[in-house]
């Protein structure tokens, strides 16, 4: 079973938690999930050792300055690094973002849009895009 680890910054709240549960489950019987949720810390320079210090291999680091993705690239992508890789790992930073050593670290930086999300939102639509990047992969119609 391929792997994908989130490395997050911050505990999400109820709401967010719920949806992301749900996509979790969905994601269970493809994906081996792993969640580090990394405490937020009182300055980025200290949240963003405890990322690279979790983060290896190939890391796609959510940006809202990175490559701008369709559902359909995100799922190429995913398929493509599992073709090569047992495990992929996502960032997503905490409420003040990252510092350049975890943007030059991450292999690729992803943005689903140019808009800024809180992480908790980015979360859930991390999970939104990896149930919908399965089903883009698998042939099942949900992406349309």
Request: net charge positive; proline share 2%.
């Given at each position: 079973?391929?792997?994908?680890?989130?490395?997050?910054?911050?505990?999400?709240?109820p709401?967010?938690?719920d949806?992301?549960?749900?996509?979790?489950?969905?994601?269970?019987?493809?994906?081996?999930?792993?969640?580090?949720?990394?405490?937020?810390?009182?300055?980025?320079?200290?949240?963003?050792?405890?990322?690279?210090?979790?983060?290896?291999?190939?890391?796609?680091?959510?940006?809202?300055?990175?490559?701008?993705?369709?559902?359909?690239?995100?799922?190429?992508?995913?398929?493509?690094?599992?073709?090569?890789?047992?495990?992929?790992?996502?960032?997503?930073?905490?409420?003040?973002?990252?510092?350049?050593?975890v943007?030059s670290?991450?292999?690729?930086?992803?943005s689903?849009?140019?808009?800024?999300?809180?992480?908790?939102?980015?979360?859930?639509?991390?999970?939104?895009?990896?149930?919908?990047?399965?089903?883009?992969?698998?042939?099942?119609?949900?992406?349309?």
């Open positions: 079973m391929k792997k994908i680890r989130l490395v997050c910054v911050g505990k999400l709240k709401f967010f938690r949806g992301c549960s749900e996509y979790l489950k969905r994601l269970k019987s493809t994906y081996d999930i792993t969640v580090c949720e990394i405490p937020e810390q009182p300055t980025i320079k200290k949240e963003c050792d405890e990322i690279l210090k979790r983060a290896g291999g190939y890391v796609a680091l959510l940006d809202v300055n990175g490559e701008q993705v369709t559902s359909e690239s995100f799922a190429a992508m995913l398929r493509f690094e599992h073709e090569r890789r047992d495990e992929i790992t996502f960032v997503i930073g905490g409420a003040e973002g990252v510092d350049e050593r943007r670290s991450a292999t690729k930086l992803v689903f849009g140019r808009v800024t999300y809180s992480h908790q939102l980015a979360r859930l639509l991390l999970f939104e895009q990896l149930y919908r990047a399965m089903t883009i992969i698998k042939g099942v119609p949900y992406h349309k």
